[in-house]
Each structure stands twice: as C-alpha cells, then as structure tokens.
C-alpha cells in the first residue's frame, strides 16, 4: 500500500522556523519526483518546491532563498524534508507531500493528506 506521510506542521510565529517531513513507502520512490505544494481554502494548490532523485531542487519564487528542500533515500523508503526559515503570515496553508514519476501510458502520482503550517503573531 502506497503511502506519503507529512508530519511537523504547526503553529510558529513570524520569522520562525519548522521543518516538514514526508515519508514516502509501498512503492519504490527512488526514481520519483517528490515535494511539497501547499493550499489555502478558496484558492488552488501552488508548488512550493520539488527535487529529482539526482537533479537540482526547483523553489517556487515566494519561497526561494528561505526554504529548502532535502531528500533521503533509505531502503524501501524515501523520505522528504522542508526546511522553512523567515516565516511569514502568508506561509500559512496546509502542506502537501507529493510524488509523481512518467510512465508508459501518463505518470503515477501519489499526495499525502496534508499538514497544517499557520504562522501568526
């Protein structure tokens, strides 16, 4: 069974720091592309930032610079990090783990269910 599993969201205050983890198992992710999107309600899901399994990192423009995104891959599982510094009140969202790789007939694609950030004073 496929899974993505976000954890460390939570509240932080402007300027802080927190870290989102995602764990990646029941399926071999080593050649996926794996990151992170986030959403807020009313308005559609934006990617924050996305790594390849050997390629450079991709950082959506509002985040670059603050945020930074690692990866482990670890047996049967790979596991995604989002280190996000210099928070600021429009960080806040739900956070999703995402992976996608292209196949034959389209691509496999595969979302956590999410992990609230809310930064505020």
């Known amino acids: 069974q496929v899974q993505l599993v976000e954890s460390g969201g939570g509240l932080v205050q402007p300027g802080g720091s927190l870290r989102l983890s995602c764990t990646a198992s029941g399926s071999d992710f080593s050649n996926y592309v794996m990151g992170w999107y986030r959403q807020n309600p009313g308005k559609q899901r934006e990617r924050v930032a996305h790594t390849g399994s050997g390629g450079p990192a991709d950082y959506a423009d509002p985040v670059k610079g603050r945020f930074f995104i690692s990866r482990e891959n670890v047996k049967n599982m790979v596991t995604v990090n989002l280190q996000m510094n210099n928070l600021k009140p429009e960080d806040s969202a739900v956070y999703y783990c995402?992976?996608?790789?292209?196949?034959?007939?389209?691509?496999?694609?595969?979302w956590g269910r999410g992990t609230q950030v809310t930064v505020s004073a």
């Open positions: 995402h992976a996608v790789r292209p196949t034959s007939k389209g691509e496999d694609m595969y």
